[in-house]
Nanobody
Framework: QVQLVESGGGLVQPGGSLRLSCAAS????????MGWYRQAPGKQRELVAT???????NYAYSVKGRFTISRDNANNTVYLQMNSLKPEDTAVYYC???????????WGQGTQVTVSS
């Protein structure tokens, strides 16, 4: 059983930065792709970024150039560095693991990110 625990969310001003972390349990972390979804109130869930087990990354157009996903296989952790944050980035962010391209096999509990002045 893979458990995913997110941390690092919070309130930040527009233009600011946050780094989300996701600690995974289970030996399958190193063999699975990892990713981040987000869901804003009244909107559909959006796949923000993914990283394969070999480190290949992919981003939603809305965050490309501002967000960076990375993974530390030795510590079973995936990160999402978010820079130049905008109010429209406000959402609950979920860490996920599984098979590409959708990564819906395993989900964390979510962490709130609020971008507001």
């Amino acid at each position: 059983q893979v458990q995913l625990v997110e941390s690092g969310g919070g309130l930040v001003q527009p233009g600011g930065s946050l780094r989300l972390s996701c600690a995974a349990s289970g030996s399958i972390f190193s063999r699975n792709a990892m990713g981040w979804y987000r869901q804003a109130p009244g909107k559909q869930r959006e796949l923000v970024a993914t990283i394969s087990s070999r480190g290949r990354t992919n981003y939603a157009y809305s965050v490309k150039g501002r967000f960076t996903i990375s993974r530390d296989n030795a510590n079973n952790t995936v990160y999402l560095q978010m820079n130049s944050l905008k109010p429209e980035d406000t959402a609950v962010y979920y860490c996920t693991a599984g098979a590409l391209p959708t990564l819906t096999d395993y989900w964390g509990q979510g962490t709130q990110v609020t971008v507001s002045s």
